[in-house]
C-alpha cells in the first residue's frame, strides 16, 4: 500500500504523463524508469519561471475564488488512484465537482490556450481526473508579463483579472481508456515484477489483458 509520497521513486504522477505516453524505446524515458525504480536521483530543475509560477498559484487561486464568489480546497494532500495505487496526483485546487489547474505562462501562451489547450497539460488535467475521481477540470491560466518575474512584486502580488483566463476542460474517457489507461498498466506490472519496460513487451502484454 503507498503511504507516503515524500518520494517519486514507485509512483506515476500527473506531470509524468508525457513519458508514460512516449515510446519505451527512447533514452527520455529510459533516464526517466531509472528514476522511477530509484537507480538513478531524479535532478530537481528550478528556474526563475518556475519559481514565480509556485508564487503565484495560491494568489491566483484566492483571485479565482473571489471572482466567482466559490470555494476552494487548496491541493495540499495527493490524491491516490482508488484503481490504480502507484498513480498519485497533486492538485492545486478543488471542490466537490471539479478539479483546479493552475498555469502561470507567458501571457501569449496563456491568451492562446484559451482556443486550444497545449496537449501536454490537456493529458495531464486528464490524469489528475482520473486519479481524483472528479469529471471537470478549470485551467486557470494565468498570463505573465516582464515585470511579474521581479521578486518585490511577488511579495503580496496583485493579480490582473483581465491576464487571467479560464479554460474549462471535460473528462476525456475515450482517451484515458484507450491510450493512457494500457500505458498505465503495463508500467504498474513492470514495478511490481521488475521488468524494464518495451515496446514488444507493452504489445504482449495488452494481449493478455
Known amino acids: 500500500m503507498i503511504k507516503s509520497t515524500n518520494s517519486?521513486?514507485?509512483i506515476i504522477g500527473a506531470s509524468d504523463t508525457r513519458y508514460v505516453m512516449m515510446n519505451f524505446e527512447t533514452a527520455t524515458f529510459k533516464k526517466w524508469w531509472l528514476e522511477k525504480i530509484g537507480l538513478a536521483e531524479r535532478k530537481d530543475i528550478s528556474n526563475i519561471y518556475m519559481d514565480t509560477g509556485t508564487m503565484l498559484e495560491k494568489p491566483v487561486i484566492d483571485a479565482y475564488c473571489k471572482k466567482k464568489g466559490i470555494k476552494l480546497n487548496y491541493g495540499d494532500e495527493p490524491f491516490i488512484?482508488?484503481?490504480?495505487?502507484?498513480?498519485?496526483v497533486n492538485l492545486d485546487a478543488y471542490n466537490e465537482t471539479k478539479n483546479v489547474e493552475v498555469k502561470c505562462v507567458a501571457y501569449n501562451k496563456a491568451f492562446n490556450w484559451?482556443?486550444?489547450?497545449d496537449r501536454n497539460y490537456y493529458q495531464q488535467v486528464?490524469?489528475?481526473m482520473l486519479a481524483s475521481g472528479l469529471r471537470k477540470t478549470i485551467v486557470l491560466a494565468y498570463g505573465l508579463l516582464t515585470e511579474d518575474y521581479d521578486f518585490s512584486?511577488?511579495?503580496?502580488?496583485?493579480?490582473?483579472e483581465d491576464?487571467?483566463?479560464?479554460?474549462e476542460v471535460e473528462y476525456?474517457?475515450?482517451?484515458?481508456?484507450?491510450?493512457?489507461?494500457?500505458k498505465l498498466k503495463y508500467l504498474i506490472y513492470c514495478f511490481e515484477n521488475n521488468k524494464i519496460p518495451t515496446e514488444i513487451g507493452f504489445v504482449r502484454r495488452i494481449k493478455c489483458i
Open 8 to 10: 517519486r521513486v514507485g
Open 81 to 88: 488512484s482508488k484503481e490504480y495505487e502507484r498513480l498519485v
Open 114 to 117: 484559451q482556443f486550444k489547450l
Open 126 to 128: 486528464q490524469v489528475q
Open 153 to 160: 512584486n511577488l511579495v503580496n502580488p496583485k493579480i490582473d
Open 163 to 167: 491576464r487571467l483566463f479560464e479554460i
Open 172 to 182: 476525456d474517457n475515450e482517451w484515458l481508456e484507450m491510450q493512457y489507461i494500457p
